[in-house]
């Protein structure tokens, strides 16, 4: 009984408020019923609408960052972070230094390294090539202490294609290479390249040997 009335009446299937809600247009028996949205569409899509309008003012009237900016912004963060965690690194640790300077092994290994990584452009004896000369006490960056070249070769000056080895030799490393070079100073060169910096006096090096060319 109660199926004969359903699809012989359509309309009694309906509730009394689903009726309410049935809209006019009838499309073949096809009929809609305007629900109402849901309360969490509205929300959001009202919501975005309004969003959108300071969003729209901020971005197009009053130079909001573009995306462009914020990339800068966001490398500019990343190379604060960076800096800063080279300057700690930077720090010269004296007693690191003394050990590995006063082991000759230590110092053989830090001539391995000379030639593997820096002969290419200071030169087979350090003579200076593209780089400068690092044997005839003539400094640009420091003053040709262990210590003040210490944080030059670990940042470098990658601009004048001095690269930075912090992220490519170990802290050891950097320390062996470094006693290395300090070995060498005053070395008798054949070909030198002429001296660039100022003369900073060394214990292997007390005086001047080649004088800066006009
Ligand atoms: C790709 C080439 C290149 C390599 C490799 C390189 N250097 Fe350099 N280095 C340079 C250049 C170029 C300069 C000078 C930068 C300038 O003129 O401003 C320089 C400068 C220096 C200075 C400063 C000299 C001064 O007068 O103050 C030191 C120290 C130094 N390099 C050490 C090293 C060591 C140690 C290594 C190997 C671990 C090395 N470099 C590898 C190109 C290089």
Redesign the pocket.
Known sequence: MNDDNKTDHNDNQLSEEDKALLLDHNYDGIQELDYPLPRWWLVTFWGAILFSIPYFIYFVFMNGPSLNDSYNMDVKEIKKLQHNYFKELAIFKPEVYASISQTPEMVDFGEK??VQ??T???GPNAEGY???N?TDG?????EGTPET?YP??LMG?PA????A?ADK?SEDEVYA?ISY?MTIQGREQVNPKIP??EFFPSERLPEPRTLPSE
């Open positions: 390294l000379f990584n820096c290419p452009c200071h593209i780089g400068p690092l003539y400094w640009m960056y420091s070249v030059f070769v000056a004048a294609g001095m690269p080895w030799l290479v070079v660039q910096g």
